[in-house]
């Protein structure tokens, strides 16, 4: 049941994610398989890369990161969760996306 999509292709982690609700993510990871790879939705926003768009979601970012350590992070326009935490201007993000992830500094969206 949790990667069961919406008409969007959401699913209950896309949810979750673009509520900011730590809680509820937390629970999800505790099921879901460290391996599995959740996919973009129709608008190309993976998990991460919706918890990104928010401002003050360190925390939550850390639990998807932690979670699934190789997990995408892509966005619309070939932008990633970084580009995101950026265009939010959360300097939180920022810090816990280059911890785990700083190869993304190197990663270009579709505007160069």
Request: hydrophobic share 35%; glycine share 8%.
């Amino acid at each position: 049941m949790l990667r069961i999509t919406d008409q969007e292709s959401n699913t209950a982690l896309h949810e979750a994610a673009r509520c900011g609700n730590v809680e509820v993510v937390k629970a999800l990871l505790e099921f879901e398989d460290p391996d599995f790879q959740y996919s973009a939705n129709e608008k190309q926003e993976t998990p991460l890369y919706i918890a990104a768009r928010r401002r003050g979601s360190g925390r939550l970012l850390t639990l998807l990161l932690d979670k699934f350590e190789p997990t995408h992070h892509g966005g619309p326009h070939d932008r990633t969760a970084l580009h995101a935490a950026a265009m939010a201007g959360d300097a939180e993000a920022i810090r816990v996306i280059l911890k785990k992830k700083g190869n993304l500094t190197k990663e270009r969206d579709e505007d160069g």
